[in-house]
């Protein structure tokens, strides 16, 4: 962190200021005195520092972070990648591809199960469904809630998949006991409380990006969960609002590199909430999947026209047959060649 003095700033000043921040932060303080101002650079673990209180001090002309904010999801201090291992043996950023399909929301016992044995015969991994939904609308279907997570655990117990939903509430989190991961929606990626609450839980985190968040919000979501103690977070590129309306949103495929280099945690894409459009989440899942990702998270339906919610971006089963045998496929020459 380099601060940069006001050119009236005192000496006494300066030596309670570069005091109070070595005693309080135990960082090392180097001074350089310039002509006009004098400007102190911070060495150190500056994270817990509060930038905003540093810019607030009368005597203090700029303050400029060098070193990224968040630190348990920073690859410098753990180089090796976080590798998330689930109740069945399923590794998620070991180098492998995993792939969570399912509706956007749980319907009924017949409509979950079917989803979740087709996927499963094609190589999906996880089972994904909405049972607790955040709509736009409040007259929009909410999700089937207690009732869609007993439906999901009939479809588990039917395939033996692990299953992925999502949850809005931190009065909720006792339900959400017998999930093996719990999604945070990009809707709530900043709901600090809930995040806060989440880092006692000893479950993995699938932490989706908000629609307007920037990478490093994106990381210090990451950071809250982590600084509570769960360290199982996986992040999901979600696509991000832009000023494009051809698709729901902007994928933001340089976010998956850009994360995986700054951070250790594994990066799952969902391609059916970036584009919105079932044509255009299989050429996106392979560029995902080519860019890096561990993962991906897609929507499926067997019955699209007649989904309840999300249906014009789910894939049929056949559909999304396809774009299994493609992205494993790539994978595999991946390993092999690149
Ligand atoms: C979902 O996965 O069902 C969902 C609502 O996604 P997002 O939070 O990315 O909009
Ligand atoms: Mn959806």
Not at 73 to 83: C, G, I, Q
Not at 100 to 127: D, F, N, Y
Not at 169 to 185: A, L, P, T
Not at 227 to 252: K, M, P, S
Request: aromatic share 6%; charged share 25%; with cysteine.
């Amino acid at each position: 962190m380099i601060i940069v003095l006001k050119p009236e700033c005192s000496k006494e000043q300066v030596l309670m200021f570069t005091d109070m921040l070595t005693s309080q932060y135990n960082v090392k303080v180097n001074k350089w005195e310039g002509v006009h101002s004098t400007v102190l650079g911070l060495i150190g673990d500056t994270t817990q520092i509060d930038i905003d209180y540093i810019d607030a001090q009368d005597f203090v002309e700029s303050v400029k972070r060098v070193q990224e904010p968040y630190k348990k999801a920073n690859r410098k201090f753990h180089p090796e990648n976080t590798v998330i291992e689930l109740s069945n043996g399923v590794k998620i950023g070991d180098g492998s591809l995993q792939i969570m399909a399912g509706p956007c929301s749980v319907e009924s016992e017949e409509q979950v199960t079917e989803i979740a044995k087709r996927v499963k015969l094609s190589g999906a991994s996880i089972l994904r469904g909405g049972a607790f939904k955040p709509r736009t609308s409040p007259y929009a279907f909410q999700g089937l809630k207690a009732e869609g997570l007993d439906l999901l655990k009939a479809a588990r117990k039917a395939t033996g998949l692990p299953i992925v939903t999502e949850i809005m509430r931190v009065s909720h989190i006792d339900m959400f006991e017998n999930v093996d991961i719990i999604q945070v929606g990009a809707r709530n990626m900043q709901n600090f409380e809930l995040l806060k609450e989440l880092g006692k839980v000893n479950k993995p985190i699938l932490l989706k990006r908000g629609l307007s968040a920037t990478i490093e919000e994106w990381l210090m979501s990451a950071e809250y969960i982590m600084a509570g103690g769960n360290d199982q977070v996986i992040l999901c590129e979600r696509g991000i609002r832009t000023y494009e309306t051809f698709t729901r949103n902007t994928l933001d495929l340089s976010a998956i590199p850009i994360v995986k280099s700054l951070s250790h945690l594994p990066v799952v894409v969902d391609p059916s909430h970036a584009t919105g459009k079932s044509w255009l989440v299989e050429p996106m899942a392979i560029a995902a999947v080519a860019a890096g990702a561990d993962g991906l998270i897609i929507e499926v339906h067997n019955d699209p026209a007649h989904a309840l919610c999300d249906g014009a971006q789910s894939l049929t089963p056949d559909q999304f047959d396809s774009l299994a045998k493609k992205v494993f496929k790539l994978k595999d020459y991946m390993k092999d060649n690149i």
